[in-house]
């Protein structure tokens, strides 16, 4: 089991900077990637970024080149720094684990309450 908390979002304008954090504790030795994820208003959730335990990531065209992921292991912390931000970042930002890359590790996804964004312009 693995219980994810994310922190740092606020209402900022438009061509701000924004670091979200998603603290994880309990079975974080069975994490093999985390990832954020963000649902605007009447949309689905979608894929914002994500990195695997040996460092390989991925983004979204609509991210790339203004958002990184990083981590810091020995915290259990997961990190998002989203700059130049724009009115149609807004949406509530979800952290999630991926566990199972081990053979004592059960298979699951895990997911954190959600932290709101909100860039005006």
């Known amino acids: 089991q693995v219980q994810l908390v994310e922190s740092g979002g606020g209402l900022v304008q438009a061509g701000d900077s924004l670091r979200l954090s998603c603290a994880a504790s309990g079975d974080t030795v069975c994490i093999s990637a985390m990832g954020w994820y963000r649902q605007a208003p009447g949309k689905e959730r979608e894929l914002v970024t994500a990195i695997t335990r040996g460092g390989s990531t991925v983004y979204a065209e609509s991210v790339k080149g203004r958002f990184t992921i990083s981590r810091d292991n020995a915290k259990n912390t997961l990190y998002l720094q989203m700059n130049s931000l724009k009115p149609e970042d807004t949406a509530v930002y979800y952290c999630?684990?991926?566990?199972?890359?081990?053979?004592?590790?059960?298979?699951?996804?895990?997911w954190g309450k959600g932290t709101q964004v909100t860039v005006s312009s």
């Open positions: 999630n684990a991926h566990t199972g890359d081990s053979s004592w590790c059960d298979e699951g996804d895990y």
